[in-house]
């Protein structure tokens, strides 16, 4: 039986294209990305948990990218500039193709995102800790004097939080925030473009794992 509004088979088998790694990893990135904004000088606890947690899941993903199944290897979907440009000059005109995994563009924005991810848990885990600045030279030291006082509680001065207000690893910190923010809205738009599209729900393909069986034309 032929769905009237997608066109296709509404009877046909689903396949399965996201193990359930890749979509724990996914949800549980969102959720925890989220906590962190949310809880960013608010509630400092949370905000540093929740940014252990986003690197432990991109580092998850690092290793998942060459030991996961098919559509969530790095060799599976991962392309060069030359097939990104010529995807996103495709989108353009109305005529980029189906991907039953991640398509060139969506391919490109999960390494930036995994780059700009890893750098802000990086600034982030640097500024809790002044011995860990020290330990690298060719980084702008940024150390005040509040990190002698040892009396400070244990989220304020001491902690760097207060101390680095200013300085050039916390802007450093927050630029990579913002920048990551701004990604995920591109995400956001790209996948209900390519919901729209290709007529198919992305959003509850991650979440079931299942999409419709490539068409003639498909990337399989």
């Keep these: 039986m032929i769905d009237p509004a997608s066109g296709h088979d509404a009877g046909a088998a689903m396949v399965r294209v996201w193990d359930p790694l890749v979509r724990v990893f996914h949800w549980g990135l969102v959720a925890a990305f989220a906590t962190a904004w949310l809880a960013a000088d608010e509630v400092q606890p949370v905000h540093e948990l ?3 947690t986003v690197a432990s899941l991109v580092v998850f993903r690092l290793v998942w990218g060459f030991a996961g199944s ?3 290897r790095f060799a599976q979907f991962v392309t060069g500039p030359a097939a990104t440009l010529a995807y996103l000059g495709a989108m353009l005109r109305g005529r980029e193709r189906r991907y039953l995994g991640h398509n060139p563009a969506g391919a490109a924005m999960i390494l930036v995102l ?3 991810l890893s750098g802000t848990a990086f600034t982030g885990w640097l500024m809790t800790d002044p011995a860990r600045q020290a330990r690298l030279p060719a980084l702008p030291q940024t150390l005040a004097p509040a990190w002698a006082d040892d009396d400070e ?11 680095d207000t200013d300085g050039p690893l ?3 910190h927050e630029t ?3 920048l990551t923010l701004l990604l995920v809205a591109l995400h956001i738009f790209g996948v209900v473009l390519a919901s729209v599209r290709h007529r198919e729900n992305l959003v509850r393909a991650m979440l079931t794992g299942d999409k419709r ?3 003639p034309g498909d990337v399989a």
């Design 170 to 172: 916390r802007a450093a």
């Design 213 to 215: 069986p490539a068409d």
């Design 70 to 72: 098919r559509h969530a």
């Design 50 to 52: 929740a940014g252990y």
């Design 153 to 163: 509680d244990d989220y304020g001065e001491a902690d760097g939080w207060q101390g």
């Design 114 to 116: 995994l780059l700009t």
């Design 176 to 178: 990579l925030a913002n």
